[in-house]
């Protein structure tokens, strides 16, 4: 969060901390949390959380109602609701992952495994989300999507 916050205070602006409760096990507990921040911030931004990523349609629901747009980590998120998201593209992972286990397995050893990192993110944007909010994205991030939820 520390890279966060120094990047919304590079915008002049503030960043006020919501944290998932620990007993959050519902979508209705999320939107029960994200209730609470009503009347007090401008967007949502979320981390790629476990919790965020099972119940973050509560939390969607509620900040999309109140016209709150969501930012989030997980592209996921996106799907069912959230305005946009800059995210890990989780199938080329898991694709570079299978490949370093398949190694692994037919024998070679795991510390002569190259590390493999995925520098590309993906840029998913809900359109219909935007409309339902009010908000209008411009086209010059529409046409750097990766994917485009209309």
Known sequence: MAHWKEAIAGLGLQSIEFPIPEYANSADTLADATRAMIGKVDVIV???D????AYGEGMV???NTNKIPTYASLNSLVRKG????LG??????AAATASQAMEIFKGKN???VPVVTIPEYKLVVNLNTAKAIDLIIPDSVIKTAAEIIK
């Open 46 to 48: 979320t981390t790629a």
């Open 50 to 53: 476990a919790k965020v990523s």
């Open 61 to 63: 629901a509620v900040a």
């Open 82 to 85: 959230a305005l946009m998201s």
């Open 88 to 93: 890990f593209d989780f199938p080329k992972g």
């Open 110 to 112: 795991p510390g002569k």
